[in-house]
Structures are given as C-alpha cells and as structure tokens.
C-alpha cells in the first residue's frame, strides 16, 4: 500500500504550477455543473413537459455544444485562450440566472441552446491552454489532471444538485452561475500575466502553413475516429445505465454505486496508467489497447447480467478510457501548428458533441428493436475496428512517437 501510494505521488510530480491551476478552475467550474443531471427532471416534474419535448430541448444542449466548440475553437486562434475562457465563464453566469425565466418549450430551448454555445466555447480554450502551459513531456498527464478535475466536479456537482433541487430547481441555476463566477475570478486572478512554457515550441509534424483542420483530411479521419469512439463510449451515460436497470433489475442506489466505483478507478488509476503510457507505449499503440479495453467491456455484458461481470466489464472500461480519452488531447496538440491548436481543439470537440445529440436516440433505438445483446455486441464490434483504425491513423499523422515527444 505505502509502495503504491509513492508511485501515485510521484506520477503529480512535474507538473506546472499552471496545470494545477487548470485544474482548480475545472473542478470549481465542473462542482458548479448540477444543471445538465436534473434538466430531463426539472422540465417533466416542474413545467410539467412530456418526454418528447423535454427530448427536443435537450437536443439543444448538443446543439449548442457543437457551435461553441466549433466557435470557441476558431476565435481562440484570434483572441487567445485567456479572453475566450474568461468570457465563457463570466457571460454564463447571467445565462445561468436567466434559464428559470424561461418556461415555454420554445424559449427554454432557445436559452439552453444559447448558454451552451457559450459554456462550451470554454473546452477549446481551456485544451490549448492546457498544452501550452504544461512542462515538455507532461502534456498527456496535464490533460489527465484536468480530466480528474472534471470527473471530481462531476461526482460532487450531481449530489449537491439532488440536495439543493429538493428545495428549489432555480437554485440548481444560481448555483451553476456561482459556480461559473467564482472559475472565472480564480482564471482571471492566476493567468492574467502568465507566460506559456511551450510559446517557442512549433510542432515540426504540422504544416507551416498552418492550414485549417477542416482541410487537414488525415485529422478529419482521426476525429471521424474520436466520434466513433465517442458514439460507443458515452452510452455509459445513457444506455448502460437503462441496461442495468431492466435487464440486470439493479436499483438505483446499485446503479449509482457501479458508476461511482468507475469514477474512484478513473481518478486513482489515471495518472499512474497514463505514466506507465508514455514511458513504455507508443501512442499508436496506447489509443489501439484503449480503445480495445472499452471494445471487450460493452461485448462482455452480451454474455451474463450477473453483478460481478457488470463489476469487472466497468472496471476494464474505465481503464480503457484512462489509455484513450486525454491521448485524444496529445495527439490533437501534436499535429495542431502554433497558430491553429483553437481549431485543431474545437473540431475534436464537435467530434464528442456530436456524439451526445447521436448517442442516446441511436442507443435506445437500437435496443428497443433489436435487444440489447445486438446492441452490446454492435457496440464492441464497432470499437474494435476503430481501435484499428487508431493504430494506422495516429502514426500516419504524427509519425510512430510516444507524448513525450
């Protein structure tokens, strides 16, 4: 145990008192993110929306993710990483207090699609900030700080947001504003005079004519990846939870236990896993194993339902996500140039974004007309070609390397 703890210990070390600081701002920034959770509840039990158009509005969210990627991206290119973090932050604040305001089907939408073309322009921002300011060869475990930072302001966004909407539902928007207002203030006070580590470093595998991603046909092909991946993936927010309740009759408070072990995995495993990655692994072959964890994971629930396959299918997919998701950021930093990682950021946002408008319509569809074995094993089939398809893309793009270099 105490030998564990010291290489957990040692994985934090080198990181940029900058990464750090990322980090805080996403956990304040995420801890504040109990809207999204308890949307679906707060339309059907409080305005009083029937499913479909609760399902409308929510489209809008994704929607809205979309155009701030897309938008956050290309205007982080102009303006730079710091006046587009800073604006998403504090010009959700007022979205946030106007959303309860708003209690037609049509205006909700329009609010939510608004306030997530704003919060959403931040992710862009905040990826390029976060490879600029890493220390070189601690780019992938920068971006695996801020991804801790997200799944801890998950973990205590939603329960607070349970506590604050059985007093009022228009506190769970006051809080995000909060939340939001007070990321902002610490960003704005820590980064206003702060100078990149990596200013100097220009990326030898892009083009020096710093083209446009969207005409960079071998990164269209790695995003069209990451989409796939994503498709696949973040039925664990949907689907599987669905699954775990009519086909394995788990309760909720069983449901939320597996996916809390999940987060627990993710967080103490990350930065020990992603070490090991870098050291050890190409990239090309890190993407390929996780990729291919998460495919083995959904194909084994087409087998049993029993709890301690559910246990053991969470835990490898945790563990494939730990080996895929932040070496999408290193690879995105790697073939992005000097004056294009916004863009290069914003489309492999879309990427995801899409995904989440796709995900759960295609998922429950899927299951509701075919089962969910077909949908189990589908979704593992699908994994498995994109994880080959990441071994012979990523290396086509930046060459056979490891993030450290």
Known sequence: ???????????????????????????????????????????????????????????????????????????????????????????????????????????????????????????????????KYAKPGNVTRA?????????????????????????????????????????????????????????DKI???ADPKAISPYKDTQFILFAAACFMFSVCFFQLLNTLTIFYKQEADLSAQTIGYILGFSGVIVVVMEMIMVQIAEKYLKLKTTMFLGTLFCAVSFGMLAADTSIWLLVVSISILSLGEIWALPFMATITSLRSGTHNKGAYMGLLGIAFSL???????????????FGFTILWIGTGILLGITAVAFYYIVPWMIGNKNSEE
């Open 355 to 369: 995904s989440f408008i796709i995900t759960p319509s295609l998922g429950t569809f899927i299951a509701e007309n």
């Open 143 to 199: 971006f695996s700080l801020n991804r801790m930072a997200v799944n801890l302001g998950f973990s205590v966004g939603p329960a607070l947001g349970g506590i604050l909407a059985a007093i009022s539902y228009d506190f769970l928007f006051y809080s995000n504003a909060i939340g939001a207002l007070l990321a902002g203030l610490t960003y704005v006070f820590f980064f206003r005079n702060r100078s990149y580590r990596n200013k």
């Open 203 to 205: 990326n030898k595998t």
């Open 1 to 131: 145990m105490v030998k564990f703890l010291k290489i957990y210990i040692n994985s934090f070390k080198g990181l940029s008192a900058e990464s750090w600081m990322l980090a805080l701002v996403m956990l304040i920034n995420r801890s504040g993110s109990m809207v999204l959770p308890f949307l679906g509840v707060y339309m059907t039990d409080h305005l009083n929306f029937d499913l479909k158009s609760a399902g409308i509005v929510l489209s809008f969210f994704g929607i809205g993710s979309v155009v701030g990627s897309w938008f956050g991206g290309m205007i982080t290119d102009k303006i730079g990483e710091f006046k587009v973090q800073s604006l998403s932050l504090f010009l959700s604040v007022p979205m946030f207090c106007l959303i309860p305001l708003f209690h037609t089907e049509v205006g909700l939408a329009a609010i939510i699609f608004i306030q997530s073309s704003i919060s959403e322009a931040f992710r862009p921002a905040n990826s390029v900030a976060v490879s």
